[in-house]
Each structure stands twice: as C-alpha cells, then as structure tokens.
C-alpha cells in the first residue's frame, strides 16, 4: 500500500477522510507523516513531563495547513472529472499559511483551479506573503485583521461561484484530522495519559484534531481519548475566556478585539469554527467521561521564551509551537495536566517562518505593544570578525592567493580562537 502514491500521505487514512474519493483523484504533495521528537532531558525539566513536538512545519508548505488542503482540493479534482464544476476559483481569508498552503496545491492544477487569497495587510511575515506570490495565485492584500478579511470571503462566496477554502470547508477539517490519526499510530494507538496540546486562532485546528481522535475511538482503534489543552496568548483569547465560566448554561462567546501577538498566525477575535469547538468539546468531555478538553492562556513573553529555548534544544518550533510549550507549562502550574503524563505539542509552522520575531527579540525591537523585553540569556547575534589592521580581505571575485590568503586564515582563526576561548593543542 505504501507505494501506491495516494497512500503516501494523509490519505493513508483514506476511510477515515474521504472514502468516497477514489484514489487516482487524491493529491500527494509530501504532506503528513511529519516528525514526532521527544524534547531532551533539559526541557523535560523545565516543562515538569516527558514531551515530543510533533513537527508540523515539515510539511511542504511549511504548516499544518497543506494536510486540510490537501483533502480540499482532492476532493476539487473529483468534482471536476465528474463534471460537477469547471473553471474553479478557490479563495481563501488567511493569516499567512493557509494561503500558502491553498496557493501551493492550486498551482498544482495548472489551468483547472486558481487561486486567490486575501491577506491583512502588514500582518502576515514576508516569508509567508512570499509563498502565495511564488505559486502563482492572485494575492490581495485588505486593511483590517483577520477577522475583517474573513468577512471578505464570505461575502464573496454568499454571492459568486467559489470555492471557499478556509476551515469552514469540511474537506479541510477532514483532512487536518489526519493529525490525530499520526499521533495515533506513533503512540501504538495506546491514548492513556497522553496530552495533546495545540495553539487555537480560528479553531479550526482543535476541531479537527478532537474530531479525529472521537472517530478513532468510536471504531475501537482507540481505547482511550487524550487529554486536549487548547492554547491562547493572552492578546488574542476568545476561546480561552469563553471556557472560563465553569457552568456551560451561562457561557457567552464574545469576539475580542485582537492585540498584536507573536502567534501571529492566530491573531484572531471571532473563530468562525466556534459553534463546532462548543459541540466537540461536550462531545468528547462526554465520551471521556470527566473533562477532558482544557483551555490555557499565555503571555507573548511566554511564547517567545518557550520556542527561543524549546530551538535551543534541538527543535524548529515556530511562535505557535512556541505557545504550546507556555501552554504546557502552565497546565502543569495548575494542575491541568500530570507530571506521569507525556504530552504532543503540535509545532504547526517551521521556525522560519516567523523568524521574523526571533529578530526582534535578538536586537531588542519588539514594538511596546507586543509586552516582550528579550531575556539577554537568549539573544544571540552575529559577530563580525574583521581586525582592523587586516589590509588585505577577500572579497567575492577578488580571492587571496598565496601568502596574503595565509596571514588572513591565521589571523581571523586567532581571533576566533581568543572569543572562544579555545586551548591550543
Ligand atoms: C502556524 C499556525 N498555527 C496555528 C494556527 C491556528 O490554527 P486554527 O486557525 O485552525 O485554530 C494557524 C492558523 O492560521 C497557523 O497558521
């Protein structure tokens, strides 16, 4: 089965996300199957409990997002041979890597589905614009937040032939479930005292993953639901506060106007999955039989601390990976999660990504609203090494030949060796 291209990715779970897509219409790109590595001794100190990252950054478009996608536009290919729908425009609101991601796989369908996305202005990284522009679809920046662009794609597609792919698409939540079934089977689908821990901006994500594992459950691959702790920085934390009335009848959703946050791509004050984050998270706290579904918010210090060490220790997170180790922390402080349990911190981005943030926090320029003062023990900087007195440097074009090129490696080593305080052998 594991050459059969289709089966290759997500759809390795193909009962679970479409059966009734036949395979030859299901697109593999490289997505799914992503690392799971166990944090070192260091950071399981420092978090309280044995934990892994589950590297979803390796994905190809650099997030989670290419195993929604993947299922949506899989199940796009098979309208179009069946002759339900030509000439797609498939458009998408995003906060950087769903737009990538939706991008990616259009461009994939030369001349069958284009894409077009819509973008907060200045709100998403440059790597991030980068990626939409680079696969060809039509990019539209909007003034306004998330929030507002969302309200765009709506509109448009109330009111012209489109096809909607922001978490609203089932397709999408489908595949995204795709997630739990990895952790899953990386775990020998042995669930108990697991935690999975995820960052939430539009929730389509948690959805997803709680979907998942009650599918895998109600067909007894599972024995066990894990414990879910769903993460939010405090500058962008609808969901967060919603669950902080502990009596279900009198909860009330309100949006929250959002602040700037280093999670930048969970920016967001109004979900549009939070009817479903409501009905999954009674479900599955029903078929656990006690609460099983926590919520834990962060400061943007937190986040940008937890993922500077967390890529210290060996790990590519970016900011929301970042939020999950905070989250993770804080669950421990009160007492939300164990320290015999093993937590799944989902790093839904590649570092690279939002590298953009590691830069400020190493030349000390976070803007004052973002509350994030670098913690010099973090920083780190490149250091030039240019002795003043060197005449003679090469210079791309301009090599050093002969003795000129030996007095320059011996002085630059020398240097290098006194800042490293190296021993002569
Ligand atoms: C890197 C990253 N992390 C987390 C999220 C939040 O996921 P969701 O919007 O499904 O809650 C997003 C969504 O845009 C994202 O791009």
Redo the contacts with the bound molecule.
Sequence with gaps: MLNIPALKGIYRYHEFIGPVLPLDAVIYLGEGHTPVVEANDRLRAMAGLRFYYKNDGQNPSA???DRGMASALSYLQYLIRQGHVEDVLAICA?????SAAAALYASYFQGKVKSAVLLPRGKVTPQQLAQPLGSGAAVFEIPGVFDDCMKIVEALSENYRVALLN?KNAWRILGQESYSYEIAQNFEYDMAEKVVVV????????TAVISGFLKFLDTGIITHLPKIIGVQSEHANPVYKYYLEPEAEKRKFEAVAVRPSV?Q??M?GN?V?MPRVIHLVDAYNKKSGRQNVFFSEVTEQEIMDCQLTANRNGHVA?T?GGECLAGLIRARQTGQVDGHETAILDS??HAL?FSGFQDMYFQNQFPPEYEVVPDPKLINTPQLVRPADLKHVPEPGKPLYGDELAHFVRRISAEIATLLDLKKI
Aim: proline share 7%.
């Design positions: 997030s989670f997002k995003s906060t950087g890597d769903t978490s960052p939430i901006g539009n929730a389509g994500n948690i999670a791509a969970a967001i979900p999955s970016c929301h839904t981005a990504k």
